[in-house]
């Protein structure tokens, strides 16, 4: 990219932290690797983007060693402003009379006035285009493709709309041509990714959903698997779970947000829902598609969640067939009306909820894996372990190590279950 090269932190020239902010624990992270990588390597210079430079670039410029701070107003730009070339980004009549007097001489970004030295502070208003994102690949096997950008909702918890905008969408003919494109390089399995899925084509016509492009994906290119990385709760309609029940190149696999089982609390969060619209949904995946893997985000130790609150997330938690959760604990935001409230509990209290929670669902995730024993699963097959064993990930987002195997990364095969071991399974190809 524009005459650099990816190397090792310890030798590296220039680094670049692209951060989240969700949770404090993520802006601790950056700042320890940040002080890490200038300790190590004092003359590299290091650019931070992303969430957290979007929300508190003050805070990221005192920090030894940061030379760019590139909010996601224009983290698109970040090639040009990496190799000086900062003309080419956002035009001066895009701007605001405040941000063109806080621009850089020379150039049509506007930033702080109190960085236009080192560092450089790359914020502003993050407008309503949507800038292609580069496809990345995890593992080198299953690329992401991001269609969808920013919020419109606003949860009391949440900074992401501050930080990301408002929903946008990437044109549906780009998004084909990007899948096209993977297809043509032989990928065996794509992950469609935004902030909000569901909310996709709202932006652009009426006539644009989320589950049309799923459709037209499917129709136009030759994918060989489709993966929804996650979707809120109300928009998994019964199209959308027959569509994962009746098409074979759907990866079975659910990931619905739910935060909390208490009504209560999911009305002082400002969610959409109501825990029983919640439970018919996930109740229906289940029915339709008995082998889905099923996901939610849960919230532990929301302002003003009492020991009853807790309780009835639990019991509901129990009551539905989830095979995973990621559980995180509540981390007051800045700015966010939750982070206002004066209920906030004090962290042991959240961590003992959080110990329960995951006790919880580990009972759950046991059962499930060791229902799959017997099974044939399709999966892609993602890498070797350092022990030089395959690894593969199933339809229903479940790992599995292949020992033995002589299976090449980036293919589909299918795999009989012979046990359970630890979190994951063991399999042979069949």
């Known amino acids: 990219m524009r005459g650099f090269r990816e190397t090792s932190a310890e030798e590296s020239e220039v680094a670049v932290l692209n951060t989240c902010t969700v949770t404090a624990a993520a802006d601790a992270e950056v700042r320890q690797i940040i002080r890490r990588i200038h300790r190590s390597n004092p003359g590299c210079k290091i650019l931070v983007t992303g969430c957290y430079a979007q929300r508190a670039s003050d805070e990221i410029a005192k920090l030894p060693g940061v030379n760019w701070v590139i909010g996601n107003s224009h983290k698109h730009a970040l090639a040009e402003i990496l190799s000086g070339n900062t003309s080419s980004g956002v035009p001066a009549e895009d701007l605001t009379s405040a941000e063109k007097l806080h621009a850089i001489p020379g150039t049509t970004f506007p930033v702080f006035e109190a960085h236009t030295t080192e560092p450089r502070v790359f914020v502003g208003e993050i407008g309503d285009v949507f800038h292609f994102a580069p496809v990345f690949a995890d593992d080198r096997t299953r690329p992401t493709v991001k269609i969808q950008d920013g919020c419109n909702a606003r949860c009391a918890f949440c900074v992401i709309p501050h930080v990301r905008g408002k929903s946008r969408s990437m044109e549906p003919e780009k998004v084909i041509e990007q899948i096209r494109e993977l297809d043509q390089n032989r990928y065996q399995e794509i992950v469609l990714s935004g902030i909000n899925l569901g909310s996709y084509g709202r932006d652009l016509d009426r006539r644009y959903t989320f589950l049309g492009l799923i459709k037209q994906i499917l129709s136009e290119t030759g994918i060989p698997r489709l993966r929804i990385s996650s979707i809120e709760p109300m928009d998994v309609s019964k199209e959308m779970i027959n569509l994962v029940a009746t098409e074979p190149r759907m990866a079975q696999h659910f990931h619905v947000p739910l ?143 292949l020992p033995g195997s002589g299976v090449s990364p980036n293919t589909l095969v299918n795999v009989e279950i012979g046990r359970v071991h630890e979190s994951g399974l063991v399999g042979r190809t069949a």
């Not at 959409?272 to 598609?289: K, L």
């Not at 969640?305 to 559980?327: G, K, N, Q, V």
């Not at 209920?343 to 003992?352: A, F, T």
């Open 259 to 401: 935060q909390s089982g208490s009504n209560r609390i999911l009305r002082l969060m400002s969610r959409r829902y109501w825990a029983t619209q919640y439970a018919e949904r996930i109740i229906s995946i289940r029915q339709r598609i008995p082998a889905c893997g099923i996901g939610a985000d849960v919230m532990v130790g929301f302002p003003g969640e009492s020991e009853s609150d807790h309780a009835e997330s639990l019991r509901f938690i129990e009551s539905l067939p989830f095979t995973y959760l990621h559980i995180f604990p509540y981390s007051a935001r800045p700015g966010t009306p939750a982070a206002g409230r004066p209920e906030q509990l004090d962290g042991r209290r959240i961590h003992e909820r959080v110990r329960e929670m995951k006790s919880l669902i580990a009972a759950k995730r046991s059962r499930f894996l060791q229902a799959q024993i017997g099974q044939k699963l399709s999966a892609v097959v993602l890498h070797k372990a350092p022990d030089g064993v395959p690894s593969a990930l199933s339809s229903n987002y479940l790992q599995i190590s």
